[in-house]
């Protein structure tokens, strides 16, 4: 849970926004209604240096997907990049599981996210609850 959240956080940090992210580069997921998700669009990383650049032209991100379905009780992070352009890496890995609440609250006045995560996991008939939340403040907004 600890973990999960600190990585949410982190990468809330570095975003440049919350929004959603293009079909181009995203595919659609096919997932129902079920699901809960928190899109983050990112600078690329520069190939020769690995450090975030904006690219010329019309703005391109690299996005980073948060997504919980709550029939399957998994948190996942997805990364989505630009290509080439980025060296950051596509992929997707299971960050949390047996997650039975997830909830995003975002406050546009002082850029700031909150994120509720709770799991529930059972050892030797007890049931354990662990509860956090946790907010993070996107620090490299770009002001309209």
Known sequence: NRI????????????????TCPASI??????????????LSLWPLNPATGDPYQ?????????IVYKWNNSTKNLTKYIYTIGVQSKRVANQDIIAKDVINFTLSYDATTSQVTIYLENQTS?????FNFKQTVKANLRNKVSP
């Open 26 to 39: 995203c595919p659609p997921s096919g997932e129902s209604s079920n699901t809960l998700q928190l899109v």
């Open 123 to 127: 050892s030797l008939r007890k049931t």
């Open 55 to 63: 690219p010329g032209g019309p703005p391109v991100y690299d996005y």
């Open 4 to 19: 999960a959240l600190d990585e949410m956080v982190n990468q809330v940090r570095e975003a440049q926004d919350f929004s």
